[in-house]
């Protein structure tokens, strides 16, 4: 991996791989040109320099930067992006989307169901008092998590499209460790059952994406906490932390040896380019591949100290950029199959100018989801789930012109 110092960023400059912000994090992928307010941010950021596989190539005007982006994909996922449109830019929205209230798109308020929000918060408080407890030398009984890892699966089979939501919804301040490793679990536990593994070997990956983190709680806070770029001895030591999640998780919880394979291979990379082992492909345990591919859908749509959220939309398009690099191609495909382009809790601006809010994916048509009105072309607003349901599939006319970031259109109003 290439360190290049951020001074030497300028717009328009473009990577042959993706470019990372201290190791994980996604700043831009491959193909896709370098905005001046990327840069801006990680001066804001006090981030000095950042990391690359790739080179520099020939800069190019942002829309063929897109065209390179969707080619750089597998053919099937040229098939699911290639009417999307990719102009995130909100200049120009109806009056609709100029009236849209800040609290219309807070998804507590939207989601009527306050029992799935409760149990959503409950698994969270719950994770951080057993993290707590690892972190304090406090001996943690294997059944506590077990019982967080059966009611996370009850969750999500009872609640799937509420519990989604809260993920993008960035609802829950504070805790965020164990809200990371509870919504990369939801996302693990999605995965896993739409491969149709069988339930024991969901609930081996789900307990397993739910500690998957649990070493850094060994490592030194000025590394865990440091908001700008870790030299390299601190890097090192940060991607130690999968050896000692693995001695928690098979040591001291005394899980079995596929649990402890999930959590110390979850930053392995397809191409062999990962740590701690460097192993690649199918040798690389399923469930370890399963939560690489949540964990850094999860790190990108939540807030960091470094960084800005992303929109569930733009996250997606990141890992479809991955061109079997990182994660495995098949259990991207899965991801998308059920968690969709436009992920349930996105806010999306409709051809027409209605604004609306996705409520459920649908497998086979990714780019035609079931959503719920927001505002419609006349500019009403709905509050809660007073709009009206709409399916995509059967309204031929409709299509979705972009998502929208909650957070930038109440900056418009303003």
């Not at 059944?143 to 499209?161: C, K």
């Not at 996705?358 to 509050?383: N, S």
């Amino acid at each position: 991996m290439k360190k290049i110092d951020v001074k030497e960023l300028h717009p328009g400059m473009i990577f042959s791989a993706p470019v990372y912000i201290e190791g994980n994090n996604l700043l831009v992928p491959a193909g896709i040109a370098i905005r001046k307010r990327d840069i801006e941010r990680l001066v804001n950021w006090d981030i000095s320099v950042v990391n690359t596989e790739g080179d520099p190539v020939q800069a190019a005007p942002v829309a063929s930067q897109e065209q390179k982006s969707s080619e750089a994909s597998s053919t099937a996922d040229e098939d699911i992006l290639e009417n999307i449109d990719h102009n995130e830019a909100i200049d120009g929205l109806s009056g609709g989307a100029k009236k849209i209230s800040g609290n219309m798109l807070s998804l507590t308020e939207v989601h009527e169901n306050k029992g799935a929000y409760r149990s959503y918060v409950d698994l969270i408080e719950r994770l951080d008092t057993v993290f707590s407890n690892i972190s304090s030398g406090i001996s943690v009984e294997p059944r506590t998590v077990d019982n967080l890892t059966g009611r996370l699966l009850q969750a999500v089979r009872e609640e799937r499209a509420h519990i989604i939501g809260f993920i993008l919804g960035g609802e829950v301040s504070g805790q965020m460790m164990a809200k990371n490793s509870v919504n990369t679990a939801i996302l693990s536990a999605l995965i896993a059952m739409e491969l149709k593994l069988t339930h024991h070997k969901v609930m081996q990956i789900v307990t397993g994406a739910l500690l998957h983190d649990v070493g850094m709680l060994r490592l030194p806070k000025e590394i865990t906490d440091k908001t700008g770029g870790l030299s390299a001895a601190e890097m090192q030591r940060m991607q130690a932390h999968p050896l000692y999640t693995y001695k928690i998780v098979t040591k001291e919880l005394l899980y079995p040896e596929d649990v402890g394979l999930v959590v110390l291979q979850h930053h392995e990379r397809w191409d062999g380019e990962g740590y701690p082992r460097r192993i690649a492909g199918p040798e690389i345990e399923i469930g370890a591949r399963i939560v690489s591919v949540s964990d850094a859908f999860e790190a990108m749509v939540s807030e960091k100290p470094y960084r800005n959220s992303m929109m569930g939309y733009q996250a997606m398009k990141n890992l479809l950029s991955d061109n079997s690099r990182r994660f495995d191609p098949d259990i991207l495909k899965a991801f998308i199959k059920t968690m969709g382009i436009y992920p349930i809790g996105s806010i999306i601006l409709m051809n027409n100018g209605v604004i609306a809010r996705v409520t459920e994916v649908q497998g086979d048509a990714p780019l035609r989801p079931k959503i719920r009105i927001l505002v419609d072309e006349f500019g009403k607003m709905y509050k809660q789930d007073e709009g009206e349901l709409i399916d995509l599939l059967t309204e031929k006319s409709l299509f979705i012109a972009r998502a929208l970031d909650p957070k930038e259109i109440s900056k418009k109003r303003g």
